[in-house]
């Protein structure tokens, strides 16, 4: 059965085969899989590359360029990790590359522990953005079975409201308060109020 770090995709964009490969060699022997290419265009190409932890990619390449690779990557809402490598990078160039996003910009030659070192901060980046992306969508699908009125409910639970003014502001008992408080609470899962609130505040972010 694969490990979570052996099904961890890292890709490599290079149009120097040598230095591909080298950096292939290198990345797997950290035990996780490495998608190597010599464009661009193949990289957008390959669906697999999609769901990639981190992505490797050098500046200058033929057809389309690693900052417009980048510069397309920002279009979606999953853009992967993107450490730079070049061997022809000049300051402006590293600038616009960190301006928009990546997580570094190395110059070749670089020593290998460092990039080993930032594939793994991109790794834990992916993970915790992973994790992210399936906590909002629980609490997203928590929040869809409420009723109308226990978004009302809840909404005055935010505001910090008691009982009686949440009563008082929706035209019913505090005991139908309660009920809907505590169906509210079942409903998302909560062991407190404040839970409650941290959770949906942190959702609606």
């Known amino acids: ?3 979570k770090r052996e099904s961890t995709v890292i890709c490599v964009v290079d149009d120097d085969a040598v230095v591909r490969e080298s950096l292939k060699l290198l990345i797997e022997m950290q035990g996780v899989k490495v998608l190597d290419y010599g464009n661009c265009q193949d990289f957008l190409a390959d669906q697999r590359a ?3 932890a981190c992505l490797v990619l050098d500046v200058r390449l033929p057809g389309i360029s690693g ?3 980048q510069e397309r990557l920002r279009e979606r ?3 992967p990790p993107i450490i730079f490598i070049s061997g022809h990078a000049d300051v402006p160039t590293a600038v616009q590359a960190m301006r928009a996003g990546a997580l570094d910009f190395l110059q070749k030659p670089f020593p290998e522990q460092i990039l080993l070192d930032r594939i793994e901060q991109a790794i834990e980046l992916a993970a915790e953005k992973r994790r992210n992306q399936l906590r909002r969508a629980t609490l997203s699908a928590r929040m869809a079975l409420l009723t109308a009125r226990e978004q009302d409910v809840l909404n005055c639970m935010l505001a910090g409201r008691s009982n009686k003014l949440i009563a ?3 035209a019913i008992s505090v005991k139908t308060v309660e009920q809907h408080r505590a169906k509210v ?3 998302m899962r909560a062991n407190s109020v404040a839970e ?3 959770a ?3 959702l609606r972010r």
């Open 185 to 187: 609470m079942e409903k």
């Open 200 to 202: 949906v505040e942190w």
């Open 168 to 170: 008082d502001e929706l």
């Open 77 to 79: 809402t999953d853009v």
């Open 50 to 52: 999609m769901d990639c």
């Open 196 to 198: 409650l609130v941290q």
């Open 1 to 3: 059965m694969e490990t």
């Open 67 to 69: 900052l417009q690779l």
